[in-house]
Nanobody, 121 residues
Framework: QVQLVESGGGSVQAGGSLRLSCSASGFGSASYYMGWFRQAPGKQREGVAAIRVFGSPIYADSVKGRFTISRDNAKNTLYLQMNSLKPEDTAMYYC???????????????WGQGTQVTVSS
């Protein structure tokens, strides 16, 4: 059974940092494309960052230069390092996985339950 579990969310002040983790189980995540998405209240889910099987990442323009996605295939874990956080980064953050590369589109087949990130000004 495929399972993705996010952790690391919390409340920080603007300019602060957080590191999200996504632990994968039930499948060999090393052969899956993975990504981070977020959804704020009243807004659509949007892609933040995604990473190919062999580690080549892509980012949404709104987070380029501030967020870094990485993966540790030996630990079946996906990470999102978030620096210089802004109030507009406040959202529920989800990790996702699939055998198909969907870039930053929310079409991935497997999803975690989400972790809340709140940035205050």
């Amino acid at each position: 059974q495929v399972q993705l579990v996010e952790s690391g969310g919390g409340s920080v002040q603007a300019g602060g940092s957080l590191r999200l983790s996504c632990s994968a189980s039930g499948f060999g995540s090393a052969s899956y494309y993975m990504g981070w998405f977020r959804q704020a209240p009243g807004k659509q889910r949007e892609g933040v960052a995604a990473i190919r099987v062999f580690g080549s990442p892509i980012y949404a323009d709104s987070v380029k230069g501030r967020f870094t996605i990485s993966r540790d295939n030996a630990k079946n874990t996906l990470y999102l390092q978030m620096n210089s956080l802004k109030p507009e980064d406040t959202a529920m953050y989800y990790c996702a996985a699939d055998r198909v590369w969907y870039l930053l589109l929310p079409r991935y087949n497997y999803w975690g339950q989400g972790t809340q990130v709140t940035v205050s000004s």
